[in-house]
């Protein structure tokens, strides 16, 4: 009580004393004292006042400030000096934390020209070899042996370590159909899965199942049948027949360079360094926290937090937990929540922070949240993806609807490191959202998914725009039935352009570009440059009156262009478009009904002796295809771009193209802007 009383008084002093113009400014330091006034960027030579000890601290002093004062100045801001500022719980934002409006905001940020840290970690120290081993390092950690902390993750350095991984390189598959039984019977090849890993009850097995994985403990062995009896059940959609499968924490796992085991029973941490890594000297951290900042909005009373803006800041170092029964998903890690999460969220600003080494999404903004920016932004190291906006329910009231957030020129690399189908930028039921100008990449799923409704029933999910995002190396042969940008439902007045999208690789089926999958309806596609995916450049599984114009389809190796199911309704228009490719089929899966209208297209088959009379659209000829009524108006011949063997798609004068009424597309603005508007 004295504490917040000489606080109070002090900050009401200064206010009474400053011009009311100016923001009201504290700091916290990593050698600060959450006793001080937080209004000096450093202690004092008498060590009697200086800067905050920690972010809650400076929270909870200025919510004893009158709101009269809080709003008469231009805004309240943190600033963190250099650092690394461990959480000891997460950060909460409460309704009364709200700037007064945009021009006087809530701030947390870097001070200037430093890099703080907001850290759910603890460094780990007093490593020591383990005797007998040249490899081998340890440490005791007490609070795993009185069972307080059970940490799933290990940083060194900056860098992701491996939980104990069996094999090291590669996969196990399971042997025959997916299994389906309750709970999961696996069966697996003689040797791979030992006996002794069901007594130790914290051994895993981790099976990626078409689009989806599952994480369960092994509960039993029958090593005569080599039969493994896992945690949990399957869920219906996870199926894949000869399906791979590794395992994580053998004891007997730990075995290469960048692995590590924890033993709970004795509380020994044991770590592989790799051979940069000096244990003596090295930073290790493991994450104590499993979220690091949530905004609490007041969903019942209707009160938003509004006007805070996050600044500057890097977030690090969360863990993931696994149940009992372990984990088995439906699709795009839907049950994994963001580490920075929000309700009730309202004209809020995250800009030019950095989130890495986390467990989940980075950013969650779920209901009630709304006009949101996140801009300028590098997401890496990541559990699962970049940003969640929205929820799988439709909400109807309008307070707890989500809409109109701005995703751009954000950097999201490394993600999916525990949840391989984790998105990019994951729209579930929110509409009216931009998300352009971002670098995706590196993730074994989808990019950028729109939409969380299988089917024709109308959803919040619309007027959507997706633009000048680069997208690459998605997939990596790692999961199935994805794409770069992927929709499902109907979403009128979305639109999704000037995008460059390239290397998008399935495990087996379903590597594509642009995937509207089931139901996706009455989207604009135009304008996007997708290059050297594995199963086709567009494939719409079913959905009507989608628009498909001025696109450029390169370099599909199966198909350029596919269309699964036969409706009753046109499926889509596909139109001046430029399709070129050099191994493969034109066209690819059901063609049938002709419930679809082609037209205006420029195709080439750049094999060597290729024949345009000789191409076959979906196994008929150019001529009987026509008669059908399609790709009248089209024609077949090179589009001549400037080096497609380059990846450079720009035409050259005289292109045929240009000719038939297609548009150039520009790629100068694709991907994060240097200067933002």
Request: aromatic share 10%; glycine share 10%; net charge negative.
């Given at each position: 009580?004295?504490?917040?009383?000489?606080?109070?008084?002090?900050?009401?002093?200064?206010?009474?004393?400053?011009?009311?113009?100016?923001?009201?400014?504290?700091?916290?330091?990593?050698?600060?004292?959450?006793?001080?006034?937080?209004?000096?960027?450093?202690?004092?030579?008498?060590?009697?006042?200086?800067?905050?000890?920690?972010?809650?601290?400076?929270?909870?002093?200025?919510?004893?400030?009158?709101?009269?004062?809080?709003?008469?100045?231009?805004?309240?801001?943190?600033?963190?000096?250099?650092?690394?500022?461990?959480?000891?719980?997460?950060?909460?934002?409460?309704?009364?934390?709200?700037?007064?409006?945009?021009?006087?905001?809530?701030?947390?940020?870097?001070?200037?020209?430093?890099?703080?840290?907001?850290?759910?970690?603890?460094?780990?120290?007093?490593?020591?070899?383990?005797?007998?081993?040249?490899?081998?390092?340890?440490?005791?950690?007490?609070?795993?042996?009185?069972?307080?902390?059970?940490?799933?993750?290990?940083?060194?350095?900056?860098?992701?370590?491996?939980?104990?991984?069996?094999?090291?390189?590669?996969?196990?598959?399971?042997?025959?159909?997916?299994?389906?039984?309750?709970?999961?019977?696996?069966?697996?090849?003689?040797?791979?899965?030992?006996?002794?890993?069901?007594?130790?009850?914290?051994?895993?097995?981790?099976?990626?199942?078409?689009?989806?994985?599952?994480?369960?403990?092994?509960?039993?062995?029958?090593?005569?049948?080599?039969?493994?009896?896992?945690?949990?059940?399957?869920?219906?959609?996870?199926?894949?027949?000869?399906?791979?499968?590794?395992?994580?924490?053998?004891?007997?796992?730990?075995?290469?360079?960048?692995?590590?085991?924890?033993?709970?029973?004795?509380?020994?941490?044991?770590?592989?360094?790799?051979?940069?890594?000096?244990?003596?000297?090295?930073?290790?951290?493991?994450?104590?926290?499993?979220?690091?900042?949530?905004?609490?909005?007041?969903?019942?009373?209707?009160?938003?937090?509004?006007?805070?803006?996050?600044?500057?800041?890097?977030?690090?170092?969360?863990?993931?937990?696994?149940?009992?029964?372990?984990?088995?998903?439906?699709?795009?890690?839907?049950?994994?929540?963001?580490?920075?999460?929000?309700?009730?969220?309202?004209?809020?600003?995250?800009?030019?922070?950095?989130?890495?080494?986390?467990?989940?999404?980075?950013?969650?903004?779920?209901?009630g949240c709304k006009r949101v920016q996140i801009v300028g932004n590098?997401?890496?190291?990541?559990?699962?993806?970049?940003?969640?906006?929205?929820?799988?329910?439709?909400?109807?009231?309008?307070?707890?609807?989500?809409?109109?957030?701005?995703?751009?020129?954000?950097?999201?690399?490394?993600?999916?490191?525990?949840?391989?189908?984790?998105?990019?930028?994951?729209?579930?039921?929110?509409?009216?959202?931009?998300?352009?100008?971002?670098?995706?990449?590196?993730?074994?799923?989808?990019?950028?998914?729109?939409?969380?409704?299988?089917?024709?029933?109308?959803?919040?999910?619309?007027?959507?725009?997706?633009?000048?995002?680069?997208?690459?190396?998605?997939?990596?042969?790692?999961?199935?039935?994805?794409?770069?940008?992927?929709?499902?439902?109907?979403?009128?007045?979305?639109?999704?352009?000037?995008?460059?999208?390239?290397?998008?690789?399935?495990?087996?089926?379903?590597?594509?570009?642009?995937y509207p999958d089931e139901g996706s309806s009455e989207i604009v596609?135009?304008?996007?440059?997708?290059?050297?995916?594995?199963?086709?450049?567009?494939?719409?599984?079913?959905?009507?009156?989608?628009?498909?114009?001025?696109?450029?389809?390169?370099?599909?190796?199966?198909?350029?262009?596919?269309?699964?199911?036969?409706?009753?309704?046109?499926?889509?228009?596909?139109?001046?478009?430029?399709?070129?490719?050099?191994?493969?089929?034109?066209?690819?899966?059901?063609?049938?009904?002709?419930?679809?209208?082609?037209?205006?297209?420029?195709?080439?088959?750049?094999?060597?002796?290729?024949?345009?009379?000789?191409?076959?659209?979906?196994?008929?000829?150019?001529?009987?295809w026509r008669k059908r009524g399609h790709d009248r108006h089209s024609?077949?011949?090179?589009?001549?771009?400037?080096?497609?063997?380059?990846?450079?798609?720009?035409?050259?004068?005289?292109?045929?193209?240009?000719?038939?009424?297609?548009?150039?597309?520009?790629?100068?603005?694709?991907?994060?802007?240097?200067?933002?508007?």
């Amino acid at each position: 009580m004295k504490f917040c009383f000489l606080t109070t008084v002090a900050l009401i002093g200064y206010l009474q004393c400053s011009v009311l113009a100016a923001p009201l400014t504290f700091y916290v330091a990593v050698n600060g004292n959450d006793s001080w006034s937080g209004r000096i960027d450093a202690p004092a030579s008498d060590d009697r006042d200086g800067p905050f000890a920690s972010v809650s601290g400076a929270i909870r002093a200025i919510r004893l400030l009158p709101v009269e004062s809080r709003r008469a100045v231009g805004g309240v801001t943190i600033l963190l000096r250099a650092g690394v500022h461990e959480l000891k719980e997460p950060l909460e934002l409460l309704p009364e934390d709200s700037g007064a409006d945009a021009e006087r905001p809530f701030t947390i940020a870097n001070y200037p020209n430093e890099q703080p840290v907001i850290s759910g970690g603890r460094r780990i120290q007093n490593w020591e070899r383990v005797e007998g081993s040249a490899n081998l390092w340890r440490t005791f950690v007490p609070e795993v042996k009185d069972r307080s902390w059970h940490f799933r993750q290990l940083f060194v350095n900056g860098k992701r370590m491996t939980r104990a991984r069996t094999p090291n390189q590669g996969f196990y598959r399971i042997q025959g159909s997916s299994p389906q039984d309750k709970p999961v019977r696996l069966n697996f090849r003689p040797g791979d899965i030992d006996k002794r890993w069901a007594d130790d009850g914290d051994v895993e097995v981790i099976a990626l199942l078409a689009w989806a994985d599952i994480r369960m403990q092994i509960r039993s062995v029958d090593e005569l049948n080599h039969v493994a009896v896992l945690s949990g059940d399957p869920r219906p959609s996870n199926k894949e027949n000869n399906a791979r499968y590794y395992i994580e924490n053998a004891p007997d796992g730990l075995d290469a360079p960048g692995e590590w085991i924890l033993d709970l029973d004795t509380g020994v941490l044991t770590c592989w360094p790799l051979p940069d890594q000096d244990m003596t000297r090295a930073d290790a951290v493991a994450p104590r926290l499993e979220e690091l900042l949530v905004f609490k909005g007041n969903i019942s009373e209707k009160k938003p937090i509004r006007h805070v803006v996050l600044s500057g800041l890097t977030f690090s170092y969360t863990d993931w937990r696994l149940g009992a029964n372990g984990y088995a998903d439906t699709q795009a890690a839907i049950a994994t929540p963001g580490d920075v999460r929000g309700e009730g969220v309202e004209d809020c600003f995250i800009r030019d922070c950095v989130f890495s080494h986390l467990a989940g999404y980075a950013i969650e903004l779920g209901r009630g949240c709304k006009r949101v920016q996140i801009v300028g932004n590098e997401m890496f190291d990541l559990g699962a993806g970049g940003v969640r906006l929205g929820e799988p329910a439709i909400r109807t009231e309008p307070f707890e609807m989500n809409y109109g957030h701005v995703l751009s020129d954000n950097h999201m690399h490394a993600l999916g490191r525990v949840y391989p189908p984790a998105v990019g930028v994951f729209i579930l039921q929110s509409g009216k959202n931009l998300v352009a100008h971002n670098h995706i990449h590196d993730l074994f799923y989808t990019a950028v998914s729109v939409g969380w409704n299988w089917g024709y029933r109308e959803t919040p999910c619309r007027d959507n725009v997706i633009e000048f995002n680069h997208l690459h190396d998605i997939g990596q042969e790692m999961l199935s039935d994805m794409g770069a940008i992927y929709t499902l439902g109907i979403q009128k007045g979305t639109v999704i352009r000037n995008n460059l999208i390239h290397n998008v690789d399935s495990f087996t089926y379903g590597g594509w570009g642009l995937y509207p999958d089931e139901g996706s309806s009455e989207i604009v596609w135009e304008n996007n440059i997708v290059y050297r995916t594995k199963s086709a450049g567009f494939h719409q599984h079913y959905g009507r009156d989608n628009i498909v114009r001025n696109n450029i389809f390169a370099f599909g190796r199966e198909y350029q262009v596919m269309r699964t199911r036969a409706e009753p309704h046109v499926s889509f228009h596909f139109t001046n478009n430029i399709v070129y490719f050099d191994s493969g089929k034109l066209l690819g899966s059901n063609w049938s009904n002709d419930n679809y209208e082609i037209d205006g297209n420029l195709y080439f088959d750049a094999r060597p002796g290729a024949d345009p009379g000789s191409l076959q659209f979906a196994g008929v000829s150019l001529e009987e295809w026509r008669k059908r009524g399609h790709d009248r108006h089209s024609a077949f011949a090179d589009p001549l771009f400037v080096a497609p063997e380059k990846n450079d798609f720009r035409l050259l004068s005289g292109s045929p193209a240009l000719r038939l009424g297609f548009k150039p597309i520009d790629l100068s603005a694709v991907g994060p802007r240097s200067k933002r508007e």
